[in-house]
């Protein structure tokens, strides 16, 4: 069904904006008379797509979808949403339409309706979702598809649910442990900035009336600030083109994998890094096998969730071991970077024949070392940062002040 974005003003008199969808252009403004809402101008939009007219609208409207981005918690919201309306019962193409009543986001909104219409005219629910690949993952399609296969929708969406929203809440403990940190690194270089480029010039003419020389730190400060002031273009370039230089290497297979596996090898964030990883792997494997799965595509898909080309490679070492007859562990035990934890597990629940259930096991203990490290890790790094901080900030002060004492010296004698 096509969707349209509207202008309009409600009945108090207010100009308000939305989307709407209707079969025709007519019914569109039918649908919105009955709201009591009264459009001035109906635009066709595409699934997915914001419309624009002119680069300047274009422009605003791009800058409007960062904050109307589908997040993981508005797909957990609508999949259980969907849980609850086909457990009920209720035909697929009625459930997406009480959805899509109580979507708010106009992208995820636009998006719903076009895949009820392709559901409506025929197309399985996984065909229609995955024609938009940046809201529904291989994951979710997959499971989707694995769940209409098996006639079990309501049991696939309530995994999906439970499997989304236990990796937000990995994603957000990560995102919290981040943040201090991050801030205190940028109060600390605007302060180092405003030193460099505010404090020190105005005291420069105190210093150079002294007339006497000053302290090897004082013209190190000194020094410092005046290539930061008159070279602050060139630095900030210099960053620039390096966070330039460097995505283009990360592009690179070759670049990519030697990034992570640095990353893995680097002290107690390397730990955290590979749990995290190991997690995703075995909360997703054990998602997508309970769902009915089949073993080599779930293993296509975890190889791309654990965003970390080194065990990438070791999950697809695997999969050609399963094609060949053989077993997972093996290969993630010889590859090295899988924790010998997880590769005894996951050897004995092949053995039981019980090997989504310990996957869950395991993805739930490594859940919680990776809550007890980020803790550890940022109680760890709040002292060091206020060292870091007050050390530099302090020997800074120290080099303003020498001078000022040597004078006070000179004077008393």
């Known amino acids: 069904m096509p969707v349209y974005e509207y202008k309009a003003f409600n ?13 025709a252009p007519r019914l569109a403004r039918a649908k919105l008379r009955a709201q009591n809402i009264f459009a001035t101008e109906l635009v066709p939009q595409q699934a997915g797509r914001l419309p624009a007219k002119g680069g300047k609208q274009a422009f605003r409207l791009d800058l409007s979808r ?6 993981a918690a508005d797909l957990a919201t609508m999949t259980s949403q969907l849980s609850t309306l086909v457990g009920a019962a209720i035909p697929l193409v009625e459930a997406l339409s009480a959805v899509l009543e109580q979507v708010e986001k106009p992208a995820l909104k636009a998006v719903l309706a076009d895949v009820r219409a392709k559901v409506n005219e025929g197309s399985s629910l996984a065909e229609a979702l995955q024609a938009h690949p940046r809201i529904f993952d291989n994951l979710y399609v997959s499971m989707v598809a694995a769940g209409e296969r098996a006639g079990a929708l309501e ?10 929203e236990a990796m937000l809440r990995l994603r957000q403990k990560v995102v919290a442990a981040l943040i201090y940190p991050v801030l205190m690194a940028l109060v600390g270089v605007g302060l180092l900035a405003g030193i460099f480029t505010v404090v020190v010039p105005r005291v420069r003419k105190l210093f150079e009336s002294f007339g006497e020389g000053l302290p090897l730190m004082t013209q190190m400060l000194l020094g410092v600030s005046d290539m930061v002031t008159a070279w602050w273009w060139l630095i900030l370039g210099f960053f620039v083109a390096g966070a330039f230089a460097f995505r283009r290497w990360m592009k690179t297979p070759d670049g990519r994998a030697r990034w992570h596996r640095l990353l893995l090898r680097l002290p107690v964030v390397g730990r955290i890094i590979r749990t995290i990883a190991v997690s995703r792997f075995c909360r997703t494997m054990a998602t997508l096998l309970v769902s009915g799965v089949p073993i080599l595509t779930a293993l296509q898909i975890v190889k791309r969730v654990v965003a970390n080309d080194v065990l990438a490679q070791a999950i697809e070492a695997s999969t050609k071991n399963i094609r060949e007859g053989q077993s997972i562990a093996v290969p993630l035990k010889q590859s090295g970077e899988f924790p010998p934890l997880v590769t005894h597990m996951i050897a004995i629940g092949e053995r039981t024949g019980d090997l989504e259930t310990m996957l869950e096991k395991v ?17 760890l790094l709040e002292p060091i940062l206020i060292l870091a901080m007050g050390g530099t900030i302090g020997l800074v002060a120290v ?13 008393g004698s």
Request: net charge negative; hydrophobic share 45%; glycine share 6%.
């Open 11 to 23: 009945g108090q008199g207010r100009q308000v904006t939305g989307i709407v969808d209707a079969e």
């Open 66 to 71: 960062l904050f109307q981005r589908v997040s």
């Open 155 to 164: 049991t696939v969406f309530d995994r999906l649910t439970s499997h989304t």
């Open 363 to 379: 993805a739930s203990a490594y859940d919680a070392y990776v809550e007890r490290a980020l803790e550890t890790f940022t109680a």
């Open 399 to 411: 080099a303003l002040l020498l001078p000022m004492l040597q004078m006070s010296r000179l004077a």
